[in-house]
């Protein structure tokens, strides 16, 4: 991602520590540009709070995560009352224009602002964005002038890349047009908005070039949904040339996708998974769906575990029997045979043709 991206999510990132509650509310998308060409949305909040997360918080809340966590903490922000971050882009390249639109409890406030960016500075040694005065309005001026933040209210911030800054300022004094009512508004409409991850978009130029002279090459857009209420949900449908690519392509599913499904159990991936997952083709559109109880995640992190501890080919984390049959244990390394190792009766002959030294 270009430095332009990078300084707009970093805030955003930031930010999303202190989000409220909810989905990817339309509001939120009528505050991105019409030239939006990809959507992306997390419930930030809702997250938090399933059991994914929860059995995962130990790994989850390490690192920068959990500096970011600290922080929020101790700008007076509860880090269980996140929400969402609803992204805009244009996916351009090689600098892409991008509105994000974060809501949260006291995200429009001064103070937390204020706090969050000096946070940020301990971090990394310079500010993200400084607060300013613009027509009688508090703006969030961003590092090196990439952007804007304005704020909307108590709860809503909206941050934009320079080039959108003017469009996004429209929108959010009611003029313009946005993503809602702009010419991709159906295949946004299309991704379930009420996941906790939902996402939909035309694929970039740079995209398109790399699938040419591939089986995926036709593919136009993209729409789906991350769903972790109860174990993982996953939805994803694409969009082809027309209805006889979408059948041709298929119909090369069909053939290799037994071939798959037959080796995923090498790879730690339960039955009931690999049974949960459909492929489906409705006129121009191809989709696939597949779905992970808690169960059966666990069970291929557990997997996932054992095969990285054990190289593939030794035992598990915990030691025990790897795929070669033999016990590799997982406590100390044993000791080598006792006595000396004896060389090789004789001495090895060169290859034929060759003569050996000396001679």
């Not at 990394?124 to 703006?139: L, V």
Request: glycine residues 14%.
């Amino acid at each position: 991602m270009t430095k332009t991206l990078n300084t707009a999510l970093a805030a955003a990132a930031l930010f999303s520590v202190t989000a409220c509650q909810g989905g990817g509310a339309p509001s939120g998308i009528k505050l991105i540009p019409e030239q939006a060409s990809v959507l992306i949305s997390v419930d930030v909040g809702g997250l938090f709070k399933t059991k994914a997360y929860q059995d995962n918080k130990a790994l989850v809340e390490s690192g920068e995560a959990k500096e970011m966590l600290e922080a929020a903490k101790a700008c007076n922000l509860d880090p269980t009352t996140l929400g969402t971050i609803l992204i805009g882009t244009d996916a351009k390249d090689p600098t892409p224009n991008v509105t994000a639109v974060i809501t949260g409890a006291n995200i429009g406030d001064e103070k937390v602002l204020t706090c969050i960016s000096d946070k940020a500075k301990e971090k990394s040694g310079e500010a993200p964005f400084t607060i300013a005065d613009e027509g009688g309005k508090k703006i969030l001026k961003m590092k090196g002038d990439e952007g804007v933040g304005y704020i909307i209210d108590a709860k809503t911030v909206v941050i934009a890349t320079k080039d959108w800054a003017a469009a996004t300022k429209e929108l959010i004094e009611g003029k313009g047009k946005s993503a809602a009512d702009g010419a991709n508004k159906d295949l946004f409409g299309r991704a379930d908005q009420k996941k906790h991850i939902w996402f939909a978009g035309i694929l970039p130029e740079s995209a398109l070039a790399g699938l040419k002279g591939s089986p995926a090459e036709g593919l136009k857009d993209f729409s789906g949904s991350l769903d972790l209420t109860s174990g993982l949900a996953v939805n994803v449908t694409v969009g082809v040339a027309d209805e006889a690519k979408a059948k041709e392509m298929k119909g090369q599913i069909d053939m290799q996708w037994p071939m798959a499904k037959g080796m995923a159990g090498m790879f730690g991936v339960p039955q009931p998974v690999v049974d949960s997952v459909k492929f489906d083709q409705s006129g121009s559109s191809l989709s696939v769906s597949a779905s992970i109880s808690d169960a059966d995640m666990k069970a291929i992190q557990d997997n996932a575990g054992k095969m990285m501890g054990g190289g593939m080919g030794g035992g598990g984390m915990d030691g025990g029997a790897g795929m070669d049959g033999m016990d590799h244990g997982g406590g100390e390394i044993a000791a080598p045979p006792s006595g000396e190792i004896a060389p090789p009766s004789g001495e090895i002959a060169p290859p034929s043709g060759e003569q050996p030294a000396g001679e």
